[in-house]
Nanobody
Framework: VQFVESGGGLVQPGGSLRLSCATR????????MGWFRQAPGNQRELVAT???????NYADPVKGRFTISRDDAANQVYLQMDNLTPEDTAVYYC????????WGQGTQVTVSA
């Protein structure tokens, strides 16, 4: 199983980033895909998930600002993040949950002026 996350970086408050997670090695279309994040000193927390049928779920702090999407043909999941705030600073992890559970290695997102 392989996860390749990209799109993280440094952005100013109010800016946008788009995270991508390219996967291989499992039956992508059978899995709930999600993004989680972990800030220093905090536990890992849910950001957003998308089910195989396309149903989306978001944590309250990101509702209306973040959008998760999936491309089953490409085995990829994305997270569009708009109107970023310093509180969004964290390592963002791609997650797959189905018959098994897999995690990516994480990508750093830093929101700072």
């Amino acid at each position: 199983v392989q996860f390749v996350e990209s799109g993280g970086g440094l952005v100013q408050p109010g800016g946008s980033l788009r995270l991508s997670c390219a996967t291989r090695g499992f039956v992508f279309r059978q899995y709930r895909m999600g993004w989680f994040r972990q800030a220093p000193g905090n536990q890992r927390e849910l950001v957003a998930t998308v089910m195989p049928d396309g149903a989306e779920n978001y944590a309250d702090p990101v509702k209306g600002r973040f959008t998760i999407s999936r491309d089953d043909a490409a085995n990829q999941v994305y997270l569009q993040m708009d109107n970023l705030t310093p509180e969004d600073t964290a390592v963002y992890y791609c997650n797959a949950r189905g018959p098994f559970e897999f995690w990516g290695q994480g990508t750093q997102v830093t929101v700072s002026a």
